[in-house]
């Protein structure tokens, strides 16, 4: 980026919302929190390229700043949305305070490791015919569903019946990362619990990369481009994100020369922000992420998607009464956006597919081909 003429980075700023004219997006808002100026950027196209919501939910893998934007400036702007109940979460990722919620490979389980619970006791053969080979979407609630039986926060992943040498050689990552944290697993039994990994749907494109509003592209895990379904295969991000973030790219390069350019410049004005008595940002954006884990996570029924639709609302109203003036309120709003578009999705799917699953549902049900599809009024 830095040897290519022409392109600017911006770096620390947020993006606020898309800037529409007749229909089409020509741009967007972007915050520049340390000068505290709101930039308005003109562009004759757009591409979102911002990644998943992972941090809406209480444990995830994804870093912090995965926060669901791309999909929530997309709504506002009137994209619609797509399979937003389809959230996978990762069976195996570490468990320890403090520690980032470190990934534990799935080849872990394909080499021999077993799950066991905080008792000592091997549980997948009870839930699954292939144990700790099931689907993953199976093998995360299945770990849900013993953490709840025996009153534990995480299970146990085991390798140390495999030779030590073998186990570091085939990862070697995963054996010094969790030397950090004082766990070798090569004698001892890693902690784990599952977490929210990767967003199937999002941002409605076709096979260009373009949304249903002129002048908007999207690519990667902002975007549902269909390649998952219902339950993504772990290489289908990388087709997500190079096939159709080259497509999306030329397909934007492509209505850029063909779109009128906007005549109006990039010109930054004083940001002033609101201030919200009695809004405490750090502690919703906690109560959110652990609302979301516990009420539209790994396990779902309708009563408590309820109870959650009806707080989410209630966070919706607060937050949406015009710009906050620093990124981690920005955010929050996006989250609380994001959040309840899960929600409302996973009541209005009165079935079981896929990595979404309702105890008061299980069977796939009739129209359980069909995708849900949403578009702010």
Request: with cysteine; net charge positive; hydrophobic share 40%.
């Amino acid at each position: 980026m830095r040897a290519t003429p022409g392109i600017s980075k911006y770096d620390f700023s947020f993006t606020v919302d898309l800037i529409k004219r007749d229909g089409a997006v020509v741009g967007a808002l972007v915050l520049r929190e340390r000068e505290k100026k709101l930039v308005a950027v003109f562009a004759k196209a757009v591409v979102l390229a911002t990644g998943g919501l992972g941090q809406v939910y209480q444990r995830t893998t994804n870093p912090m700043v995965v926060t669901g934007d791309g999909m929530a400036i997309a709504w506002r702007a009137g994209a619609t949305m797509v399979d937003m109940e389809f959230v996978q979460f990762h069976p195996t990722s570490l468990y320890v305070p403090l520690a980032p919620q470190f990934l534990l490979s799935e080849a872990m389980r394909g080499e021999g490791a077993v799950l066991v619970n905080v008792d000592g006791g091997r549980f997948m053969p009870d839930y699954h015919p292939k144990a700790e080979l099931a689907p993953r979407d199976v093998v995360s609630r299945s770990i849900v569903s013993e953490m709840s039986r025996t009153g534990s926060s995480f299970v146990y992943l085991d390798l140390t019946h495999l030779e030590p040498a073998f186990i570091k050689k085939r990862f070697p990552r995963i054996y010094s990362t969790c030397l950090r944290y004082d766990i070798d697993i090569t004698e001892d039994r890693v902690p784990v619990s599952p977490a929210a990994h990767y967003m199937m749907g999002g941002v409605r494109t076709d096979r260009d990369g373009r949304a249903d509003i002129p002048g908007l592209f999207a690519a990667g895990e902002v975007a549902c481009t269909g390649v998952h379904g219902a339950n993504r295969l772990a290489s289908n991000s990388l087709l997500e994100g190079i096939v159709f973030g080259a497509r999306a790219g030329v397909a934007a390069a492509a209505y850029g020369k063909s779109a009128e350019a906007s005549k109006n410049a990039a010109s930054p004005v004083v940001y002033e922000g609101r201030v919200m008595k009695d809004f405490d940002a750090s502690k919703t954006r906690s109560s959110l992420r652990r609302l979301m884990w516990s009420d539209a996570g790994i396990i779902r029924e309708g009563v408590s998607l309820r109870e959650a639709i009806s707080q989410l609302e209630a966070w919706e109203e607060q937050v949406g009464e015009g710009f906050f003036r620093t990124r981690l309120e920005l955010e929050l709003r996006n989250m609380v956006t994001c959040g309840s578009l899960i929600a409302r999705a996973a009541l209005k799917r009165k079935g079981s597919v896929g990595a979404h699953f309702r105890s008061d549902a299980k069977s796939r049900g009739r129209n359980w081909k069909d995708h849900l599809t949403f578009r702010k009024p």
